[in-house]
């Protein structure tokens, strides 16, 4: 299991980089167009859905890291065994967390009422009232539905990454070992 | 109430402060009953997330990544040297006045202090100071980078408060000054107390020197405040344009900056972003359930039997926020709290929503020097090999000050609101 979310945690590393360049890049070339009265309306749009992107996949990986802003006071001054017990808790809640996500977005996307409604968006929408396919973007010429994937993307690979947080420590209690160290967030 | 046990039971054992929020709102959702939420759920932490000012997050982020790679933090200092001069304790005020220009520029507590932190204290040492007192000076002096504009605190009370950016930035320059002057006073009279060694001699071709090398990182600062008022850039924009000059700097000028570096620079800045943009995702869903649950409104109602009008509101919000912040600090103690104060705040005592964001975040900021959780404490001991413990006491001249100065702007909310109106 570590090795996926090892592996899972490359790709977001990259995805992450991108995004921000996407951030930069998208913000820079709206300044320049309309300084130079050309503006190109879907950019500050664009800039915005690239930075949800980042913002999903940055705090999947942050899970991966275990690198997130938390109460520890009461829990740092705990003996060694109930320290490790609240931190197998705590991967406990994110992984719960996870699958909660992925079970809304399943209920979300809703594949099986989309397939039984022969793909056709109206009649989904018609079925259910869950307007997820028709919903559009106010300037970028995409459907929305397309940018709410990183919804599910992140419920996954949170699912991993806390499955493998939570095999990780849960073996290392019951063998003894230390834990992996937790980073500080730094803002 | 469920959700309030809740609540407490998930921060209390050290979740991180984005799950807490999203399993809290899950909590009321089932204990109230209302499952018809849940199909809103994803939608609701998505679009927390969906705004454009909340842009700048990032964008400042990597602006503080390429201004250090481009070495130009000692520039500051140095310029903040020659400004300053041979004066006794002058390091100390340097101190103070270089984190200021710091200020101008970033908008983080932690990453101001971390950089400072290993700048200036080894040049305090060298000179004899104390080093609890260097790096209490140094921690103190970080909390300037979340209130003297640009400020991601800001940023994130603007986007939960939907009041201007500008507004924001611009009602944060006078308590920032206000608060350095206070802090140039708690030198003054530590100086007075316990005399602080003779200054290295400073020649004035040296002078020269230092006011040559730290002018043009001083064009960053006029970067960002230049493009707002000239309507080149918003103040969102201003982050990225600042960006590119400071590149160019760092690229042509310096010389330090290293293109190899950017990806490394990006991911740092990203996942930083990421703490921030997700709990603000998380808080949107806290905040539509605190909402649907009419929170705000009993919290209102035993708030409405202590504080009669808006400056007792103020004063009990203060103290409720010193409290608070010994524990949560910062952005995720600003997250936590506005949504249920702010409607109280503005709807029934009729305050103005920029003030209060002010106020509520220079509280806050100060519980990042006060322990038991105090961030700016720890980075700055961390960083400087001391214990939290031994640099708290001398933080305390600081603190008194800037609660001195959350009095002044709570008392009297023109201070604040001058040069937004």
Redesign the interface.
């Known amino acids: 299991m570590r090795r996926v979310s090892l592996g899972l945690a490359a790709v977001e590393?990259a995805a992450?980089?991108i995004?921000?360049?996407l951030?930069?890049g998208l913000?820079?070339l709206?300044?320049i167009t309309r300084?130079l009265d050309y503006s190109l309306f879907w950019v500050?749009e664009a800039?915005?859905f690239a930075?949800?992107w980042?913002?999903?996949?940055?705090?999947s990986?942050?899970v991966h890291?275990r690198?997130?802003?938390?109460?520890?006071?009461?829990?740092d001054p705990l003996p060694g065994r109930l320290r490790h017990a609240?931190?197998v808790?705590?991967d406990a809640?994110?992984l719960?967390?996870g699958v909660?996500?992925l079970v809304?977005?399943w209920?979300?996307f809703d594949l099986p009422t989309l397939i039984a409604s022969g793909w056709n968006l109206q009649t989904f929408f018609e079925v259910n009232f869950?307007g997820?396919y028709m919903d559009r973007p106010t300037t970028v010429n995409l459907p929305k539905w397309l940018f709410?994937l990183?919804?599910p993307w992140f419920s996954l690979t949170t699912t991993i990454h806390a499955t493998a947080n939570l095999v990780e420590d849960v073996s290392a209690m019951l063998s003894g070992d230390a834990f992996a160290e937790r980073q500080?967030?730094?803002? | 109430m469920i959700t309030g046990i809740a609540f407490a039971a998930?921060?209390?054992?050290?979740?991180?402060?984005?799950?807490v929020l999203?399993?809290s709102a899950?909590a009321y959702i089932f204990a109230s009953n209302n499952q018809v939420l849940?199909?809103s759920?994803?939608?609701q932490?998505?679009s927390g997330?969906?705004?454009?000012g909340?842009?700048a997050i990032?964008?400042f982020l990597?602006l503080g990544e390429v201004m250090n790679g481009a070495g130009i933090t000692t520039r500051l200092i140095g310029l903040a040297r020659a400004f300053v001069g041979t004066v006794r304790g002058g390091l100390a005020y340097i101190n103070i006045l270089s984190n200021a220009l710091m200020a101008s520029i970033l908008g983080?507590a932690?990453?101001q202090i971390?950089i400072m932190s290993r700048v200036i204290v080894p040049e305090m040492d060298r000179e004899g100071y104390d080093r609890r007192f260097s790096v209490a000076t140094t921690a103190s002096a970080g909390l300037l980078a979340p209130i003297i504009p640009p400020s991601?605190m800001f940023v994130v009370y603007a986007v939960l408060a939907r009041v201007a950016t500008g507004d924001m930035f611009l009602a944060g320059i006078i308590p920032g000054l206000m608060m350095a002057a206070g802090f140039f006073l708690v030198i003054f009279c530590v100086g007075l107390v316990r005399p602080f060694p003779t200054p290295r001699p400073l020649s004035w071709r040296d002078r020269l020197r230092l006011l040559r090398d730290g002018g043009m990182p001083l064009l960053i600062p006029l970067v960002i405040i230049g493009?707002i008022t000239t309507g080149?850039?918003t103040a969102?924009?201003s982050a990225?344009?600042a960006?590119?000059a400071a590149y160019l700097i760092g690229r042509f000028v310096t010389r330090e900056f290293h293109d190899r570096d950017l990806?490394r620079m990006?991911?740092a800045?990203?996942?930083?972003?990421?703490?921030?943009?997700?709990?603000v995702?998380t808080a949107a869903v806290f905040g539509w359930v605190l909402t649907f649950g009419k929170v705000p409104q009993d919290i209102a109602a035993w708030m409405q039997t202590i504080a009669t009008g808006p400056v007792s509101f103020m004063l009990l919000v203060n103290l409720i926020l010193l409290v608070i912040g010994t524990?949560?600090d910062?952005?995720?103690g600003l997250i936590m709290v506005v949504p249920i104060l702010l409607p109280i705040a503005t709807d029934i005592y009729g305050i103005d929503p920029v003030h209060f964001g002010v106020v509520v975040s220079i509280n806050l900021v100060l519980g990042l020097v006060s322990p038991?959780?105090g961030i700016a404490l720890?980075?700055a001991a961390a960083v400087t090999k001391m214990k939290p413990g031994q640099i708290f006491l001398w933080t305390i001249p600081y603190c008194v000050t800037t609660a001195v100065v959350l009095v002044l702007l709570s008392v009297f909310p023109a201070l604040t609101l001058y040069l937004v109106r």
């Open positions: 590393r992450l980089v995004c921000m360049t951030v930069l913000v820079l709206n300044v300084s500050d800039a915005i930075m949800i980042g913002c999903f996949i940055g705090a990986l942050l890291q690198m997130d802003f938390a109460v520890t006071l009461l829990t609240a931190r808790v705590v809640l994110v719960g967390f909660l996500m809304l977005c209920w979300w869950n997820i709410f990183v919804m500080e967030a730094e803002i | 998930l921060l209390f054992i050290g979740a991180p402060i984005g799950i999203a399993l899950a849940l199909g759920y994803p939608i932490m998505f997330v969906e705004n454009y909340l842009l990032p964008l990597i983080s932690a990453a971390a991601m493009s080149v850039a969102t924009e990225a344009v960006c590119v990806p990006l991911l800045a990203g996942r930083n972003a990421a703490v921030v943009l997700f709990m995702a524990v949560i910062g952005i995720p038991p959780v720890f980075i």
